[in-house]
């Protein structure tokens, strides 16, 4: 685990408090979100939050709910092919990774993200997956996971976003994986970890969680 221990409430950024505004009204008019499992969203910092990937508005509408911290995802380097676009997902503390080479950079970057107390997103399918429910994960999040050693919390998307048509969004009981964790870095401890992820959150979505509007 991490030593240095985050405060009960991380101070708010001016840029991130903004996109949460706008995700926010996004969620009560044209993009309707609904939320389930808040109170396992309220877990302590440091941990490491992975999702599913559905739409761009992911990463908004997962850090909206999590209402204690500012999440610092993980994105692809495709995301920023402009200076402005790359200044504002700094701002909302993107860190950027190259997903077709070992970027080991932007597995430092992730590491360091949580020894500092922080919350970190990571979408563990790598892409968008808008018809299909962790039927391919990378190896990259699992690796992250077991030198970061910290409790993942696993979230379910139900659907992309579409026009007035709710979306829900649920949190998960944390994931203990500190027994991999001192099985050491591998190959096989990284699948375990990705079975582990992969449970957790189909469990979400096999217990119907989240359907009630």
């Keep these: ?29 044209i993009y309707p979100v609904r939320y389930s499992g808040r109170a396992y969203a309220d877990l302590e910092a440091p941990f490491i939050l992975v999702s599913n990937h559905k739409h761009w508005l992911d990463p908004l509408i997962i850090g909206t709910g999590i209402l204690k911290y500012e999440v610092r995802f993980l994105g692809k380097k495709e995301l920023v092919k402009t200076k402005i676009g790359e ?11 190259d997903r077709h080479n070992s970027d080991l950079k932007a ?4 590491v360091q993200v949580v020894r500092d107390g922080h919350v ?32 993942l919390l696993p979230v379910l998307i ?26 050491g ?5 990284a699948e375990k970890v990705n079975e582990r992820i992969r449970a957790g959150i189909l469990a979400l979505a096999d217990s119907g969680a989240g359907k009630q509007v």
């Excluded at 968008?128 to 996971?145: Q, V, Y």
């Excluded at 870095?185 to 401890?189: D, N, R």
């Design 1 to 29: 685990m991490s030593e240095k221990k985050a405060s009960k409430r991380e101070k708010r950024t001016f840029w991130f408090t903004m996109a949460r505004g706008f995700t926010w009204l996004l969620g009560h008019t």
């Design 107 to 110: 597995m430092r970057e992730c």
């Design 185 to 189: 870095l591998s190959a096989e401890t």
């Design 158 to 183: 139900d659907r992309p976003c579409k026009l007035f048509r709710p979306v829900h969004v649920t949190y998960g009981p944390p994931i203990d994986i500190s027994d991999l964790a001192a099985e």
């Design 120 to 151: 970190l997103g990571i979408f563990p399918e790598g892409t968008r997956c808008p018809d299909t429910l962790l039927e391919h994960m990378e190896t990259g999040c699992a690796f992250i996971a077991l030198r970061a050693k910290v409790p």
């Design 87 to 97: 200044w504002i997902l700094g701002k909302l503390h993107m860190i950027v990774v």
